[in-house]
């Protein structure tokens, strides 16, 4: 069972939920080579929309982190008229996804969280009617996706620089980009129980963007030639990649139980096995069941 990360608010009780609201989706964190990917939602009543415009929400990525740490906090002072609700996906459920033996794309991670919070805000009895989203990968496919899963909501527009056109989405995009913010900067790394002072990890990794030169540089000075790095860091990256080889060591995976089968007598049984013990090269040892 996953152990979820999530930030939220609920409406206030005099707001009716019945009404036809508006939701926006935005994510924050998806490049970087470190840290969680985090989505991010907001709602709000469509009769509110005005009120909205007046809020000066924006692409997060174009106000300071003042200006969006001080909109985030108004967010959390008006459950009268707007709610959010974010999905924190950590660097290791990532890594875990993306290098699974059939990986799931970035893409499809993305398309499941976001349709994950739509999904919890209609179970909460809201009623969206509308409904924007930033785009990942072709708008068209997405949004016609979108549309047969969930047939009750009237109106749902896919758009590329969604966060810049609907003040909703920009509200969504700041609560993801703050909460991801959060756990970057209380991120520390005690969990690991290094007693030796020379071996602590420093936290000055900068954004965790892989061009940024603070990020490179922790990158080469924390490998651990065994493990690598903790699970903060996204080892599907290629970045990742790239800055273990040659240091870390390697590690053959030994495909065939060749050597282990001559501890053991082979079965004669010749009974149809499930596709997952052959793929995953899983054989019977003991058949006097």
Not at 3 to 14: A, F, G, Q, R, V
Not at 242 to 254: E, H, I, K, L, S
Request: charged residues 30%.
């Amino acid at each position: 069972m996953d152990n979820k990360i999530t930030y939220m608010t609920e409406l206030d009780s005099s707001v009716d939920k019945s009404e036809p609201f508006v939701m926006g989706i935005d994510e924050a964190g998806r490049g970087p080579v470190m840290g969680p990917m985090v989505y991010g939602c907001c709602y709000a009543p469509i009769s509110k929309s005005d009120t909205l415009k007046s809020m000066k929400f924006n692409d997060s990525k174009k106000l300071t982190e003042q200006q969006r740490d001080q909109l985030f906090y108004k967010m959390g002072e008006s459950n009268k008229i707007l709610a959010y609700e974010t999905d924190v996906i950590t660097a290791e459920k990532l890594s875990e996804k993306m290098l699974y033996k059939k990986p799931i794309s970035l893409n499809v991670i993305s398309h499941e969280s976001a349709i994950g919070l739509i999904r919890s805000v209609l179970k909460k009895g809201v009623n969206v009617q509308e409904l924007y989203l930033d785009t990942v990968g072709p708008p068209d496919k997405y949004q016609l996706m979108l549309k047969k899963l969930f047939p009750e909501i009237g109106k749902i527009i896919v758009s590329k620089k969604a966060d810049s056109l609907y003040p909703i989405v920009s509200a969504a995009s700041i609560a993801a980009k703050v909460v991801r913010d959060f756990e970057i900067t209380n991120k520390n790394f005690d969990y690991l129980n290094i007693n030796d002072q020379d071996e602590q990890l420093s936290t000055d990794f900068g954004s965790g963007y892989p061009s940024d030169p603070l990020t490179k540089k922790w990158l080469v000075k924390n490998r651990d030639k065994v493990f690598g790095y903790p699970n903060f860091i996204r080892f599907s990256w290629k970045t990742t990649e790239t800055a273990m080889r040659g240091t870390c060591y390697g590690v053959d995976w030994v495909l065939e139980n060749d050597k282990l089968k001559q501890y053991f007598q082979e079965s004669q049984n010749d009974k149809k096995r499930f596709m997952f013990f052959k793929e995953n090269n899983i054989e019977n040892c003991i058949n006097d069941f």
